[in-house]
């Protein structure tokens, strides 16, 4: 589709009629103990990037990020450590280019925040997405322990992404559903993924 951006992995970007609208949200939500980093270093080669971590040291996010088998960029990684991060997150955002990716990996941190700062967070991120014409991918883990505003998050993304894995038989299986989809056309079916050397769809079986 005209006036799409791509994410730089081709499952997807066949998937989304070509990718992903300029100013779009999207809130990945995934397990702990899946690979769904993967899918967040891929994205970082479609074009420049902005890869904020909050629980990992940025140390730690570029090491993983060379050593990743798959095509990735060389994103600019920023440790948010502050009291505050929802200012420090505000502050970085600032200085995102035009057409440019920006990750935040994880949202536990700034979704454990007051409610009303967070709305306020998340509107003028998207001011911001709109401004640039870029894409924010917001990583939200999935637990018992659910931060107070992840409802609210999901809320204001654009797309939602929920990677799901389990154990069919003796094989690790990551399924991916697209429940929300503002820009239109999302898949209707889960799409079987890969989660190895590259995110890739899984052809050993059909899709469920």
């Known amino acids: 589709m005209v006036g799409r951006l791509d994410t730089g992995i081709d499952v997807l970007d066949r998937k989304l009629d070509g990718g992903l609208p300029p100013g779009c ?8 103990a899946s ?13 420049g990037t902005l890869y904020l971590t909050t629980e990992r040291s940025d140390d730690a996010v570029r090491h993983a990020i060379e ?18 991060p929802l200012e420090e997150a505000t502050r970085l955002i600032g200085a995102l280019p ?34 640039t014409g870029s894409i924010a991918v917001l990583h939200c883990l999935k637990s018992d322990d659910e931060p107070i505003n992840r409802a609210r998050t999901y809320h204001a993304a654009d797309a939602v992404f929920d990677l799901r894995t389990k154990i069919a038989g003796s ?21 079987k993924l890969e989660l190895t050397e590259e995110v890739a769809i899984d052809t050993s079986r059909d899709i469920a």
Do not use: W
């Not at 690979?35 to 074009?47: D, G, I, N, P, V």
């Not at 941190?109 to 998340?122: G, H, K, M, N, S």
């Not at 094989?171 to 999302?186: A, D, M, S, V, Y």
């Open 67 to 84: 050593r990743s088998p798959s095509a990735v960029g060389s994103p600019t990684v920023r440790q948010v450590t502050s009291d505050d």
């Open 171 to 191: 094989e690790l299986e990551n399924h991916l559903t697209i429940p929300k989809f503002r820009g239109g056309g999302q898949p209707t079916k889960a799409i």
């Open 35 to 47: 690979q769904s980093e993967l899918l967040l270093y891929e994205l970082t080669a479609a074009r």
């Open 98 to 131: 035009d057409g440019a990716n920006l990750i935040i990996d994880t949202m536990d941190v700034l979704e454990r925040t007051d409610t009303d700062d967070y709305i306020d967070f998340c509107n003028d991120l998207k001011a911001k997405m709109l401004e």
């Open 25 to 32: 949200i999207v809130a990945f939500s995934a397990d702990p």
